[in-house]
């Protein structure tokens, strides 16, 4: 699944590799840009992913869980755990590195969307509640000193094929898969 899918870019990539993709949307114009390209589309709330009556091999969510509250991000992710298999795969992508949320006036949007910010320490620790951190990475930005792009691979916590080695955060990974594990190879995302 691409949640937050926007145009469906990230989607076409993922199909060029074999996957078969489900796009998951809070705009209708996204979803119908998706549905032109063919793809399985819905419009959904991160929050009602149960009522798409299925579960994924992965999830793929490039900021888009950068504009769901902090206060609500738990119960986002609980429902992104709940919406995959048991050995399923979630990546979650956002700008941050510093713990701010708001509406930003500079934003181009109309309307000016809403942003949540976490930094390393704050992301790590919500995305453990469900899931384990196989690789956190961070991509520092020419322009910024603490704001940079956090990248988050992750295995629920009930899944029994991960076997986790914990590194420190300063390597810039938390934790990585041991060799042998595997993939998503043709799966479903």
């Known amino acids: 699944m691409d949640l937050g899918c ?5 989607a076409q990539y993922f199909r060029d590799q074999g996957l078969d993709v489900t796009c998951v949307d809070l705009s209708q114009a996204m979803i119908e840009r998706c549905r032109e390209k063919g793809f399985e589309s819905y419009v959904c709330d991160a929050l009602d992913l149960a009522e798409l ?50 509406i930003r006036e ?33 991509v520092q930005l020419d322009d910024a000193d603490s704001f940079h792009y956090q990248s988050l691979i992750l ?17 810039g990974q938390v934790a990585r898969m041991q060799p042998g594990s595997s993939g998503v190879d043709g799966g479903q995302i």
């Open 106 to 138: 500079e934003d181009e949007y109309v309307p000016k969307r809403f942003f949540s910010f976490l930094d390393d320490e704050t992301i790590l620790s919500v995305a453990r509640r469900a899931f384990i951190t196989v690789e956190f990475a961070r």
């Open 53 to 102: 009556g299925r579960s994924f091999d992965a999830i793929f969510a490039m900021n888009s869980l950068l504009h769901v509250p902090s206060a609500c991000l738990t119960v986002v992710l609980k429902a992104i755990h709940e919406s995959l298999m048991p050995d399923g795969w979630f990546y979650w992508g956002q700008y941050g590195g510093e713990t701010w949320e708001g």
């Open 6 to 10: 926007g145009p469906g870019i990230h």
């Open 155 to 171: 295995r629920a916590k009930d899944a029994g094929s991960a076997r986790v080695e914990q590194h420190s955060l300063h390597s």
